[in-house]
């Protein structure tokens, strides 16, 4: 079992940054496949960025803008978001697996956080 705790959203304006922190408890953090995902209104969720042993993964559309890291020693994984525009405004969710997962497809993910607003005014 795996608990997830998103913490670090918030109002920001167009070009701003935010970074969202995700607290995990439960197993062996370091061997996990951990992902953050997002969900606008009317929208599915979707892929942002996913982090193991083997790499980090990234949407297209947050490419050069966005970056995963994790610090294994306190179970915690970040998403720094730079240079933010009004359509990345969503309900920002961290998300743990197993290591093998297809890492940006959603229902491999086994455990979610209960997610984070992050609005960006024009």
């Known amino acids: 079992q795996v608990q997830l705790v998103e913490s670090g959203g918030g109002l920001v304006q167009a070009g701003g940054s935010l970074r969202l922190s995700c607290s995990a408890s439960?197993?062996?953090?370091?061997?996990?496949?951990m992902g953050w995902f997002r969900q606008a209104p009317g929208k599915e969720r979707e892929f942002v960025a996913a982090i193991r042993l083997s790499g980090t993964y990234y949407a297209d559309s947050v490419k050069e803008r966005f970056t995963i890291s994790r610090d294994n020693a306190k179970n915690t994984v970040y998403l720094q978001m730079n240079s933010l525009n009004p359509e990345d405004t969503a309900v920002y969710f961290c998300?743990?697996?197993?290591?093998?997962?297809?890492?940006?497809?959603?229902?491999?993910?086994?455990?979610w956080g209960q997610g984070t607003q992050v609005t960006v005014s024009s």
């Open positions: 439960g197993r062996t953090f370091s061997y996990l496949t």
């Open positions: 998300s743990a697996g197993p290591w093998e997962i297809v890492y940006w497809r959603r229902l491999d993910y086994d455990y």
